[in-house]
Each structure stands twice: as structure tokens, then as C-alpha cells.
């Protein structure tokens, strides 16, 4: 029943920026932590950033002071606004979600959405 959707993505030239979002739906019952991970091709899937358990943030060493996470409880959504991207940064990103649904606990992941990134 729980859906995540993510958008924003697309064809950037270096050094340009982006906006993902990532908007949850479905039968949630709390939202525990909710990130954002990217997967290149013949890579596997990494974390890009993400808000813990705790509340706070964690991000790669590759996109920290970059990249920046954020969130709207109200819209249950999460945002990845990406500064001064490389083309290193290609990749598919997915929004992840820890998610409390009805008497269950387990890691939810969106379709992606793909980041290009050109020299």
C-alpha cells in the first residue's frame, strides 16, 4: 500500500543544479528515516543522504557540501537539492523510506528517477 515517487530528474551540464522530490504515500503510520541512495551503472546502489532514526542527517563524503536533504512532514515529502554537480553524479536516484505501515516495520524504495550529468 505505501508508494514513493520520486521526480526531478534529468539532462544537466556541470556545474548546474537540481531538485528531487520524493513524495510518500499509502497506509503510513510514522515515517522512521528516509534518504536518498543513486545507483551508476555497474555500481551498486550507495547512499547519497538521508535523515536518520534520530533525526539527523547523513551524507556521502562525495556530495557533502553539494548536495543538501530536506523535508516537508506536512506534504510527506523529502527533497535532494544538488549543487555544482559532476558528471560523477550520473546515476538513477531512488528515495528510500523506513516506514511504520499497519503492524509492520520495512524499507520502502521508489522506481528512481535518472540524473545526467554532462561534461
Known amino acids: 500500500q505505501v508508494q514513493l515517487v520520486e521526480s526531478g530528474g534529468g539532462l544537466v551540464q556541470a556545474g548546474g543544479s537540481l531538485m528531487l522530490s520524493c513524495a510518500a504515500s499509502?497506509?503510513?503510520?510514522?515515517?522512521?528515516?528516509m534518504g536518498w541512495y543513486r545507483q551508476a551503472p555497474g555500481k551498486q546502489r550507495e547512499l547519497v543522504a538521508a535523515?536518520?532514526?534520530?533525526?539527523?542527517?547523513n551524507y556521502a563524503d562525495s556530495v557533502k557540501g553539494r548536495f543538501t536533504i530536506s523535508r516537508d512532514n506536512a506534504k510527506n515529502t523529502v527533497y535532494l537539492h544538488m549543487n555544482s554537480l559532476k558528471p560523477e553524479d550520473t546515476a538513477v536516484y531512488y528515495c528510500g523510506a523506513d516506514i511504520i505501515a499497519t503492524m509492520t516495520f520495512n524499507r520502502y524504495w521508489g522506481q528512481g528517477t535518472r540524473v545526467t550529468v554532462s561534461s
Open positions: 535523515f536518520t532514526s534520530g533525526g539527523s542527517t
Open positions: 499509502g497506509n503510513i503510520f510514522s515515517t522512521v528515516a
